[in-house]
């Protein structure tokens, strides 16, 4: 954002900058609406805002402490969250018939090109907060280098691991009844049964789910934060925790009232993400 301002002027950095905040914060209504319509799904007698309660206070929290903290934090979990994951995909392979991946292109290319662009933003595309992080890695070209070597080889493997999630999902229920299923990943791990001892695992996926949710969320609410900061030249994003909390809890439900709205927002803020490509 100062990048911005410097080199483009108050006037037009300023307008790119508050682009950049709407776009980060549709970004941050979507990841928030997974959490509030999933727990609705899978713990119906909850009170939706339980979530957004419980989810949002530790974000506040992280912020709060420092971009540092969510860094190390991150650090010492997703290894071993990452493990899990594949873990229980791996269990879950004996009950997958590969068969159900047939036919391919059986109606043609337009069902696929419409079902990847939502994917190719939501969730594959959730990586441009990570650009705002590289203004705190060094000035040494070496260090800058590893940045974004260690940026791009963690993009290729959560590309891969979540090609898996589509895939195991594809393989585990035929085609009517993968489109009644709100979210299938989790349905697939139900279906994991080794004797009598290994099954209903579905409690595991949630935590990794809530998790890795959780920290995309709060990276991406941490640069609107950082954002607001720059903008008007204030303070720190911490000082801003709060009241951006406040705004995204507040009015996640009634700019996204229903999950199927979900998908349909998912299309407009891909070819809204598209012009900061250009």
Known sequence: TVTLKKFWGKFLGGIVNIYYLIFFYI?????????????????????????????????????????????????????????????????????????????IMSEGIRPIIAGAIPNMNFPYGQILPIAFLYKYVKTDSTEGNRFIRYTFIGIFFSTILLSIRALA?????????????????????????????????????????????????????????????????????????????????????FFIPRFDIIVQTIVPYFFLSLLIFI
């Open 169 to 253: 999902a594809a393989a585990a229920f035929d085609q009517y009844t993968l489109q009644t299923l709100k979210f299938p990943p989790f349905s697939t791990i139900r279906v994991i049964e080794i004797g009598d001892v290994i099954e209903r695992l579905d409690p595991i996926f949630l935590g990794i789910f809530y998790i890795t949710t959780f920290f995309k969320f709060i990276l991406t609410y941490y640069v609107i934060c950082q954002i607001f900061s720059d903008l008007f030249s204030a303070g720190q994003p911490k000082d801003f925790a709060i009241p951006v909390a406040v705004i995204i809890g507040v009015s996640m439900p």
């Open 27 to 103: 970004l941050c209504l979507l990841i928030v609406s997974d959490v509030y319509y999933f727990g609705k799904i899978t713990m119906p007698e909850t009170p939706p805002f339980v979530f957004l309660i419980f989810f949002l206070i530790p974000a506040v929290y992280g912020v709060k402490l420092g971009l540092e903290v969510i860094a190390r934090l991150m650090e010492f979990s997703l290894p071993s969250l990452a493990s899990v994951f594949v873990l229980l995909f791996i269990l879950v392979m004996p009950k997958l018939d590969y068969q159900k991946l047939r036919p």
